[in-house]
């Protein structure tokens, strides 16, 4: 298969070393000082305490590279705008787009009953350029569950887990995902296909609007924050008005707050994605876990105070680092 990780950080620099050393013809766009080691040294991974190295075609510009088979797309949220406008080049009639990413999807609604499909995120999509360049037709979504970091750029460090979750929007799965999956199953992911993958995305969120903000506010690792009672009791009410949130719109993420921490706990010690890049310095993924979170309960009617406060402090707090627009 020809694939492009579009955005070859932590996760999708994983995803790009596997499905090379399996012997797919990949390539990846990446920017700054990642791209430039990848450009001159290959890609290197270490996962499961062993190192390899792959070469890999690296270009921070999409338009010099040919039409793909799969285009999965592996970045935050606020850089969407940006793919939209590059991914072009590399979409030919049957190609897929893989949306790998943590949040809310921008086409979270489109197959959903509750609105018809007529119901749009316009805080994650303003003026449709992101479905316009990516529309629905062509999506698999991802959902993940591992956890990698880049120690270095040009190094990959997969520190846990290795399941992905595949489903197309409103769950007719079709050969491209039975063909993604098998691909992703023989380069060491545990890859597995839903048949309502928006469920998974909010189960996955349901940790994800929880954990992360709270956790780069009190600059805290996971197993710090389940431990200490206030702000455990803290997350596990954001966590039931997540889930009122997506029932109300049909999406019942069918777990206990109790069950969702147990998830975590299972990880150990470890640092939150958005925790990774208040440390770093870099933008803060607010929009997608929180604000399209809270466009969807404006639209069904559920109030979220906690949910609110929460987006508030993580707002002003990234605003006055220079870490949200």
Not at 102 to 115: A, E, I, M, S, T
Request: charged residues 20%.
């Amino acid at each position: 298969m020809k694939i492009c990780i579009y955005g070859a950080g932590a996760v999708g620099g994983l995803i790009a070393g596997r499905l090379a050393q399996a012997g797919h013809e990949v390539s990846v766009v990446a920017r700054g000082a990642h791209f430039t080691s990848i450009l001159a040294k290959g890609l290197r991974v270490v996962s499961d305490g062993k190192e390899f190295q792959v070469r890999i075609n690296a270009t921070n510009d999409p338009s010099r590279l040919e039409t793909q088979d799969y285009v999965i797309v592996a970045v935050k949220g606020q850089s969407l705008p940006e793919v939209a406008a590059g991914i072009a080049p590399l979409l030919g009639p049957a190609t897929s787009i893989v949306t790998a990413m943590n949040g809310v999807p921008w086409w979270f609604f489109d197959r959903l009953k509750f609105g018809g499909g007529k119901l749009r995120l316009d805080t994650l999509d303003p003026g449709g350029a992101i479905r316009a360049a990516m529309p629905t037709e062509r999506i698999v979504g991802c959902v993940i569950h591992l956890a990698a970091s880049t120690p270095e750029p040009g190094l990959i460090s997969h520190n846990m887990g290795q399941r992905l979750i595949l489903g197309e929007p409103g769950g007719a799965n079709t050969a491209r995902t039975h063909a993604l999956a098998a691909a992703l199953n023989e380069a060491g992911f545990a890859a597995v296909e839903s048949d309502f993958i928006e469920k998974e995305f909010w189960v996955k969120l349901l940790g994800n609007i929880s954990f992360n903000p709270v956790s780069a506010l009190t600059l805290s690792t996971a197993n710090r924050l389940i431990a200490d009672e206030y702000v455990k009791a803290y997350m596990i009410t954001i966590m039931r008005e997540c889930l009122a949130i997506g029932r109300a719109v049909g999406v019942d993420a069918d777990i206990d707050p109790e069950a969702r921490l147990d998830m975590a706990r299972k990880l150990g010690v470890f640092k939150t994605s958005m925790l990774q890049d208040m440390e770093a310095g870099k933008m803060l993924e607010i929009d997608g876990l929180l604000t399209g979170t809270l466009e969807i309960a404006r639209k069904a009617g559920v109030a979220a105070p906690f949910t609110e406060s929460l987006a508030g402090l993580a707002r002003l707090r990234a605003e006055s680092s220079g870490q949200y627009k």
